[in-house]
């Protein structure tokens, strides 16, 4: 399989959130009320803010435990992917220096960024990973106008896609019927993530903000009974589809691929490269557990676009189904040849 993987480089020390969301979704008061309590850490937080003053620096609670650093000449998703890192390396060398104490780093982008080039630094960037490690990415998501938000902002649809956990704001505000249609799209952008209300209490918030979802695991994240025929794909676990429910027509979707086997090393390598090859750009995250022939642990990989990486994880136990599953959340993902692909790749 492919061998680019910053992914599997030993742990650096600092641990780092990206906290995304579109405009007005909540994110400052979300991180407000991280910062304000009993985080057990020592937190910096790096604001990128569109306009020569940024504006969300002046509302960020007063703690001696926290530094802002604003970044106000663009956006991180576009033009400054470059300054993003130098802020980055340059928080680690005060660090370093003994300038600065902290251990986990908050980077909170401009409701307007896309989250791939955020994500990307942290894995591209040779002086930042080496000294970071991407806990996870934290999406909030406005319940009130998230409908209309996805509709006429691709960008939204990329937050949700690329987020490790999707953190609903204003829910009081929605009814349920609402609420549950709002659940079941942001589900189909990104069938792996988690979706809930904002936690009302210090540690499930303080849980958000170490979730090792960048970590390799055997453990595939996914919105419980994916492989049901109620999931987005209609999958069930022998392959077979049934049909799917109305949705959306969202630039951003899940695909679950499933083979109830085991498969060999060598024909699902050329899989894997083949479709980063030609389609990485599209693939926003990906994850994959796969039971390979003639070893008795499982094969993990994830990635964010073309950077991947794998390892082997605990073995199956005897008794237990062998099976092959990958998750790929992605724009205009050409399913039925990937699914093609991915059938001779079983053989």
């Not at 930042?128 to 209309?148: C, F, K, S």
């Not at 987020?163 to 942001?186: F, G, H, Q």
Request: hydrophobic letters at 45%; one cysteine or more.
């Amino acid at each position: 399989m492919p061998s680019t993987n910053p992914l599997a480089l030993p742990r650096p020390p600092i641990r780092a959130t990206i906290l995304s969301g579109f405009l007005g979704a909540g994110k400052t008061t979300l991180l407000n009320r991280y910062l304000a309590s009993d985080t057990g850490r020592r937190v910096a937080v790096l604001e990128n803010e569109f306009g020569a003053v940024g504006i969300d620096g002046g509302l960020i609670a007063g703690s001696p435990a926290v530094e802002v650093v604003e970044l106000t000449d663009g956006c991180v998703c576009c033009s400054v992917r470059g300054e993003l890192g130098t802020a980055l390396a340059e928080l680690a060398d005060r660090r370093e220096r003994g300038e600065l104490d902290f251990d986990h780093l908050v980077l909170e982008t401009t409701g307007l960024a896309d989250p791939a080039p955020v994500a990307q630094a942290f894995f591209v960037d040779e002086g930042v990973r080496e000294r970071y490690e991407l806990d996870g990415i934290l999406t909030v998501v406005d319940a009130v106008h998230a409908q209309r938000q996805l509709d006429e902002n691709r960008v939204a649809a990329a937050q949700v896609g690329f987020a490790d956990r999707v953190l609903l704001s204003k829910t009081e505000l929605v009814a349920p019927a609402e609420l549950e249609a709002l659940e079941t799209r942001l589900r189909h952008i990104n069938l792996r993530v988690p979706v809930q209300a904002i936690p009302q209490g210090d540690a499930e918030l303080k849980a958000l903000f170490a979730l090792d979802a960048f970590v390799l695991s055997d453990v595939l994240d996914h919105a419980p009974g994916f492989l049901s025929s109620a999931s987005p794909n209609g999958l069930r676990r022998g392959g077979a589809r049934q049909q799917p429910f109305v949705r959306h027509d969202d630039d951003i979707s899940s695909l679950v691929l499933h083979h109830p086997g085991a498969v060999d090393v060598g024909l699902m390598g050329s899989f894997v490269e083949e479709l980063l090859l030609r389609r990485g750009n599209d693939m926003l995250r990906y994850k994959g557990i796969l039971a390979v022939r003639g070893e008795a642990r499982r094969l993990v990989f994830q990635g964010v676009h073309r950077i991947t990486g794998f390892d082997y994880g605990r073995p199956w136990e005897d008794g237990e189904a062998r099976e092959s599953t990958i998750v790929i959340i992605g724009r205009r993902l050409d399913t039925p040849a990937i699914e093609s692909a991915f059938a001779l790749a079983c053989r």
